[in-house]
């Protein structure tokens, strides 16, 4: 068959299972979307904003596990979408990126809307490619979807001149059945001997827990994950991008760790003689000071990436591979030895890390207090929506307090419900990746959990849900203030409140909605609090934006005390110290 | 022990795959004391990657890179951990061993 380049460019997607394409189109991509028009099988999201694009494919591809595809035109088109891209290269999501360039003559000429899109984005890609020829475009594409989705997943960005989407010149078209790229080898399965010596480990183990990360999410390994847990039944903490890989209603659950974890959560794995970290990094809101970093820990890592391995804290055991291939290696391997764990020396372990629950563990019973007495808690906002939402909705976020108080508080019991943005904390992510999650799951309860500070840095997109008629429910916890920074401010500068308030000047966001066509609904009082979100959540068929009045002066506790803190070192309330 | 390496990569000679080498050290703040590269015609020393990948090299294809750099073991590690991530790298050595195939060995066979 021949086909012109732009028709190739679409066909390929097409051939990849593409439902959604995110975009914005302008001058050099206006072959492609001339070619976009001509098809029926893909949706063409129209966003209002480049920005918009990138995370709505986030949102569908962390929701989904299918990379998110985004349409950009050159120059600003491009560069708009940079800090989606580099969002999703931080966490590790798979996306692809196409954006038009200028003609290939024209390249290097500072010509009308050239960027060095390849240049400005190869720090935050996992690769890309500049289109070279027609004959090309369906391998480059075929090899783009591989490497965002295999090993380490992340983002592709593939250029494309416009003069090589014109609609004229023919070229044979055959979208290649296989991809082999001799120099990418990413690693699958495990070692024998390190999944021996693995074993060896968590068998002789006294006070093991697992910290499992956002790699055992992209790895699809949650099943194999809870297997392995049955047999060593161990105490486990998942980091914020790992949320909903192991129940959070399980009795071995500690909650997150890190800088706003639970208490039991940081002290179990500061006390650990056994780290068993799965797809997961090591990121410096996990250690707090890597010399202080769990003293007697004997350390497992299984992960996909070797530069992650011992990257920051030196591993004793390294599992390369990928998370789901070697755990149903050492779960086939555990499951015949499983005579010889023995569950009771755990006993005292288990016990100690009830007591630093019972001393210092999050209160989950906020919401029952209705007084209108004191402020609304923004902990008890969220406990509100756990509730209304029976616990199983998906939830994205944006940055901040809010975000924090979402992961605490909200329980996943699922993998890929829980959406934020935790290695680059994009303020502005929420909204779009709920449109990205409401597209992909329509049927589905999507929630976006935001402040309003991130919410205005992307709310064009409000636009975008009438367009598409996108019911998602947006609960605005309203401090008034970028009240992360705020408390930065407070513990650190002596409570210079330093540009951080935006006095006067918010929009009353019920107006504001209301005039793109949603429902808006503004709560100020504790009384109003259960009625309100849950009149919220019975609207079925319109966007709900609740804005949500709370105490301006609330903290997020625990808070690891830094600089030169350990995992034991937290606050734990505005002057309390461990 | 902070001392001067060399590291050696064979590479796809692929528009901006040169770039990508650098660009890493910039961004993860290594330093580059000199760097020398160039083109591979004589593949009799490559062989062994040869049918290691199960593949044949051809004129103009690959690429011989040398870059010096002073760093210690744990970042040199780090370094060569990093660059055998890039898609258009077949083959890095350092003085700990050769990453050939996402897999390391331990020698240098560069
Ligand atoms: C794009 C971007 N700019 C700046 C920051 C730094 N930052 C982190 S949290 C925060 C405050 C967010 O305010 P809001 O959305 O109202 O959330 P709150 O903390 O008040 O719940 C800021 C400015 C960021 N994470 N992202
Ligand atoms: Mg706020």
């Known amino acids: 068959m021949k086909l012109a380049g732009n028709d190739i460019l679409i066909q390929s997607l097409i051939e990849e299972g593409v439902e959604y394409i995110f975009g914005y189109p302008g001058g050099a991509s206006l072959h492609i979307y001339d070619a976009i028009f001509n098809q029926k099988e893909m949706q063409h999201i129209l966003v209002r904003h480049e920005q918009g694009a990138t995370h709505a494919a986030d949102g569908y591809a962390r929701a989904t596990g299918k990379p998110g595809v985004v349409m950009l035109t050159s120059g600003p088109g491009a560069t708009n979408a940079i800090t989606g891209i580099a969002t999703a290269f931080m966490d590790s999501i798979p996306m692809i990126v196409i954006s038009g360039q200028v003609q290939s003559h024209l390249i290097g000429t500072d010509a009308f809307q050239e960027t060095d899109m390849i240049g400005v984005s190869r720090p935050i890609v996992k690769h890309s490619f500049t289109v070279d020829h027609q004959s090309n475009i369906a391998k480059i594409i075929k090899e783009a979807f591989y490497i965002a989705t295999s090993g380490r997943q992340g983002p592709v960005v593939i250029d494309v001149p416009k003069d090589l989407t014109n609609p004229v010149d023919l070229f044979e078209y055959k979208y290649p059945s296989e991809v082999n790229i001799r120099s990418y080898n990413p690693p699958i399965e495990p070692e024998d001997s390190q999944i021996d010596r693995a074993i060896e480990a968590m068998i002789n183990s006294k006070q093991p827990v697992i910290y499992a990360g956002g790699g055992t999410i992209s790895s699809n390994a949650s099943k194999e994950l809870f297997e392995l847990n049955s047999y060593i039944n161990a105490p486990i903490t998942n980091t914020l991008m790992g949320l909903g890989v192991y129940p959070a209603s399980n009795k071995n659950f500690l909650g997150m760790l890190g800088m706003h974890g639970t208490y039991q959560a940081n002290m179990a794995m500061h006390n650990a003689?056994?780290?068993?970290?799965?797809?997961?990094?090591?990121?410096?809101?996990?250690?707090?000071?890597?010399?202080?970093?769990?003293?007697?820990?004997?350390?497992?890592?299984?992960?996909?990436?070797?530069?992650?391995?011992?990257k920051i804290i030196e591993a004793d055991i390294a599992v390369f591979g990928?998370?789901?291939?070697?755990?149903?290696?050492?779960?086939?391997?555990?499951?015949?030895?499983?005579?010889?764990?023995?569950?009771?020396?755990?006993?005292?372990?288990?016990?100690?890390?009830?007591?630093?629950?019972?001393?210092?563990?999050?209160?989950?019973?906020?919401?029952?207090?209705?007084?209108?007495?004191?402020?609304?808690?923004?902990?008890a906002v969220v406990q509100h929506i756990y509730h209304a939402s029976n616990g199983d909705a998906f939830v994205t976020s944006d940055v901040g307090q809010h975000q924090m108080f979402?992961?605490?508080?909200?329980?996943?019991?699922?993998?890929r419900k829980w959406i934020n943005s935790g290695g680059l904390g994009t303020m502005g992510f929420g909204l779009p990746a709920a449109m990205g999650v409401k597209l992909?799951?329509?049927?589905?309860?999507?929630?976006?959990?935001?402040?309003?500070?991130?919410?205005?840095?992307?709310?064009?997109?409000?636009?975008?849900?009438?367009?598409?008629?996108?019911?998602?429910?947006?609960?605005?916890?309203?401090?008034?203030?970028?009240?992360m920074v705020k408390q930065w401010q407070d513990m650190n500068y002596d409570g210079r409140h330093s540009s951080i308030s935006y006095e006067d000047s918010l929009p009353d966001f019920s107006k504001l909605v209301e005039s793109y066509g949603h429902v808006g609904i503004k709560i100020t009082k504790n009384s109003q609090l259960k009625a309100g979100i849950e009149e919220a959540m019975s609207i079925k068929d319109k966007l709900v934006f609740v804005d949500i009045y709370v105490d301006p002066n609330?903290?997020?506790?625990?808070?690891?005390?830094?600089?030169?803190?350990?995992?034991?070192?937290?606050?734990?309330?505005?002057?309390?110290?461990? | 022990m902070i001392e001067e390496r060399q590291?050696?990569?064979?590479?796809?000679?692929?528009?901006?795959?040169?770039?990508?080498?650098?660009?890493l050290f910039h961004q993860r703040g290594y330093n580059i004391e000199s760097l020398h590269v160039e083109p591979i015609n004589n593949f009799k020393p490559y062989k062994f990657?040869?049918?290691?990948?199960n593949t044949k090299f051809s004129e103009g294809e690959i690429s011989r890179l040398e870059i010096k750099t002073t760093v210690d073991d744990p970042l040199m590690r780090q370094i060569l951990r990093q660059i055998n991530k890039l898609i258009d790298v077949i083959a890095v050595s350092g003085n700990e061993g050769t990453y050939l195939k996402g897999v390391l060995r331990d020698e240098n066979l560069l």
């Open chain 1, 273 to 310: 003689d056994l780290i068993i970290a799965i797809g997961a990094r090591f990121d410096d809101r996990i250690t707090n000071t890597p010399e202080k970093f769990a003293p007697n820990a004997q350390i497992i890592h299984f992960d996909v990436d070797h530069s992650s391995v011992s």
């Open chain 1, 322 to 379: 990928q998370v789901k291939n070697s755990l149903q290696a050492i779960n086939s391997k555990l499951k015949l030895r499983s005579s010889e764990i023995n569950d009771s020396n755990l006993d005292a372990w288990r016990k100690q890390i009830e007591q630093w629950k019972e001393m210092h563990g999050l209160d989950h019973d906020l919401y029952k207090n209705n007084s209108d007495d004191g402020p609304i808690l923004p902990q």
């Open chain 1, 406 to 415: 979402a992961a605490q508080y909200y329980h996943f019991d699922e993998p």
């Open chain 1, 440 to 483: 992909a799951y329509p049927d589905e309860e999507v929630i976006c959990i935001t402040g309003e500070g991130s919410i205005q840095m992307c709310i064009q997109e409000l636009s975008t849900c009438t367009q598409y008629k996108l019911p998602i429910k947006i609960f605005n916890i309203n401090n008034l203030a970028l009240g």
């Open chain 1, 554 to 578: 609330e903290h997020v506790y625990p808070m690891l005390v830094a600089p030169d803190g350990s995992l034991k070192d937290m606050w734990l309330g505005k002057g309390e110290k461990t």
């Open chain 2, 7 to 23: 590291l050696t990569l064979i590479m796809e000679n692929k528009p901006g795959a040169l770039v990508r080498v650098v660009g």
């Open chain 2, 49 to 53: 990657i040869e049918d290691e990948l």
